[in-house]
Structure formats: structure tokens, C-alpha cells
């Protein structure tokens, strides 16, 4: 059982920058995968960003996010972080965390792979 906590969110002009948490508890996470999905109103859950939890160097984003957003791991704090910067309007929505054991590098932007689920933290940009 892994249990995820995120925070972090909240309004924000455009242009300007969060980061968002996601905190984990619980089993201890070895062969998996983290990984950060969004949610708009009248949209569908989207993949955002998703980093292994024992490589250094795997971490893959969605185009729209590229060079913007950086994920990123504190295995001592069982906590990762989605850094986002130059926000636009269009990445307003509800921010997810998700945790599990089955991703793999391909698999690892799809949601049905992933067993945790944390309660979701609001991001909104306007100015």
C-alpha cells in the first residue's frame, strides 16, 4: 500500500512558476515508476511527466511541457516535485500524482499502469 499527498498548487499569473510535491508513504518503492497526470474541466486525464523511482536519468514529459516542467526526486523524503515554469493558461487543471509497480519506459505515460493515486492539487493560471 502506497499512500500520495500532493501540494502545492494554487493561482499564479501567467508566465510565472510552482512546484508541486507529492509525498509518499507506506511500502517501500523499489522497481517503480512516479509520475504526474492533469486533469481540465470537460478534458479527459492527461500525462504530464514521469520519472523512475531507482534510475537517475529516466524521466519523459509530454511535448506541450518540454524544456518547461522538470520532475524530479527526493528518495530520502519519499517525494517527488513537478518544477513548472513560464505557466500558460492552458495548463491550468487538477494535478494528480501516481505511483505503481508495472510501468515500464513505454508503459510509464499510460494511467492504467499505475495502482496509487494521490487526492490531486489545483493549479490555476490566469492573470
Known amino acids: 500500500q502506497v499512500t500520495l499527498v500532493e501540494s502545492g498548487g494554487g493561482l499564479v499569473q501567467p508566465g510565472g512558476s510552482l512546484t508541486l510535491s507529492c509525498a509518499a508513504s507506506?511500502?517501500?518503492?523499489?522497481?517503480?515508476?512516479l509520475a504526474w497526470f492533469r486533469q481540465a474541466p470537460g478534458n479527459s486525464r492527461e500525462f504530464v511527466a514521469t520519472?523512475?523511482?531507482?534510475?537517475?536519468?529516466?524521466?519523459y514529459y509530454r511535448d506541450s511541457v518540454l524544456g518547461r516542467f522538470t520532475i524530479s526526486k527526493d528518495i530520502a523524503k519519499k517525494t517527488i516535485y513537478l518544477q513548472m515554469n513560464n505557466l500558460v493558461p492552458e495548463d491550468t487543471a487538477v494535478y494528480y500524482c501516481?505511483?505503481?509497480?508495472?510501468?515500464?519506459?513505454?508503459?510509464?505515460?499510460?494511467?492504467?499502469?499505475?495502482?496509487?493515486w494521490g487526492q490531486g492539487t489545483q493549479v490555476t493560471v490566469s492573470s
Open positions: 501516481a505511483a505503481g509497480d508495472r510501468p515500464t519506459h513505454m508503459t510509464s505515460r499510460n494511467p492504467d499502469f499505475y495502482a496509487y
Open positions: 507506506g511500502r517501500t518503492l523499489e522497481d517503480a515508476y
Open positions: 520519472i523512475n523511482w531507482r534510475s537517475s536519468g529516466y524521466t
